[in-house]
């Protein structure tokens, strides 16, 4: 063997030898960083919590001493029970008629040869893109003809119209995934095509509509300049406009009282997550239903 090839050969061997050791220098390196990162988002969590049993919390990051449920007292009697379940109405109305809709739009434009379907797909788009505040002046005037202003159930139309664009196109592609050759079964045994989307598809889309189900819920949750606008009667305000009152009083914020309203608010979500997951986790299910 002549020189030149012993040191190919050298360099063959040791060439992985180095790789799995700069692999294992990087390895910590990166695992710091990512604790950083999480320590980062971690400590904000960390002060709400704390804060929130805190009578004398400030901004500082500290212990309560003693632990206690004063903030959570105070603001369940100012009011914040009353708009937290405003928010559920709000935001569950808002997500059924979403859904509902965006299932129906979505079967037909995957499913179904529509005239001009290239350009709604295209104005659907656009309107996915489109701002809040561009929208709200007109619809403040709308709502003003239509004398529809201080209603929880219309403002909640609204909210729902805002994520319909993009849950069509979330559900859309979602459908596109279920094999035709389902429907095309079901179409022979002299289905409808209402029994073929309530029986064939939906059942098979679960995970994708709880997805869009999701997301307009906590759109709609959080919402705030919509029902700020539309919706001026004290007694239907809800929770993201509600919380705003504490965040001062007398020209100081109550830290305590907004960090237990802030907990309180987040809770009906952190649960929705938590009942929906297993679901979400399964993911689709077409293994077997069609025969190569």
């Known amino acids: ?9 050298e360099r ?3 060439a992985p030898a180095v790789v799995r050791k700069r692999r294992s220098l990087a390895r910590p390196v990166l695992n710091v960083f990512m604790i950083v990162i999480g320590l980062v988002f971690l400590l904000p969590l960390l002060w709400l919590i704390l804060a929130s049993f805190n009578p004398t919390a400030d901004g500082t990051l500290a212990m309560p001493h003693p632990f206690s449920l004063l903030n959570y007292h105070l ?18 109305v808002s997500t059924v008629i979403a859904t509902a809709v965006s299932t129906m739009a979505g079967f037909m434009l995957a499913r179904r040869k529509i005239r001009f379907k290239g350009l709604v797909l295209v104005l659907i788009l656009f309107l996915t893109g489109l701002p809040i505040t561009l929208l709200l002046i007109p619809t403040y005037q709308i709502f003003v003809h239509l004398n529809w202003l201080n209603s929880k159930f219309y403002t909640s139309l609204v909210l729902a119209s805002m994520s319909v664009p ?16 389902f429907e095309e079964a079901a179409a022979i045994e002299g289905a409808s095509e209402i029994s073929i989307l309530f029986r064939i598809v939906i059942p098979l889309i679960i995970p994708g509509i709880l997805v869009a189900a999701i997301l ?3 759109n709609s949750w959080g919402s705030f300049l919509i029902p700020l606008v539309l919706d001026a009667n004290p007694s ?19 830290f305590g009282q907004l960090a237990a309203y802030s907990v309180l608010f987040s809770v009906p979500v952190i649960i929705l997550y938590l009942i929906s997951s297993r679901w979400l986790s399964g993911g689709f299910s077409f293994a077997g239903g069609v025969k190569g």
């Not at 603001?75 to 569950?92: D, E």
């Not at 929770?239 to 007398?250: D, E, K, L, R, T």
């Open 236 to 254: 239907d305000t809800p929770g993201a406009v509600g919380i705003y009152q504490f965040m001062s009083a007398n020209g100081q914020v109550q």
């Open 216 to 218: 307009t819920f906590i």
């Open 75 to 92: 603001v369940i009697r100012a009011g914040a029970g009353a708009a937290i379940r405003n928010s559920l109405y709000l935001a569950g």
């Open 166 to 181: 993009f849950s069509i196109w979330l559900l859309k592609n979602f459908i596109g995934q279920v094999p035709g050759e």
């Open 1 to 9: 063997m002549s020189a030149d090839q012993l040191v190919t050969t």
């Open 12 to 14: 063959e061997v040791t």
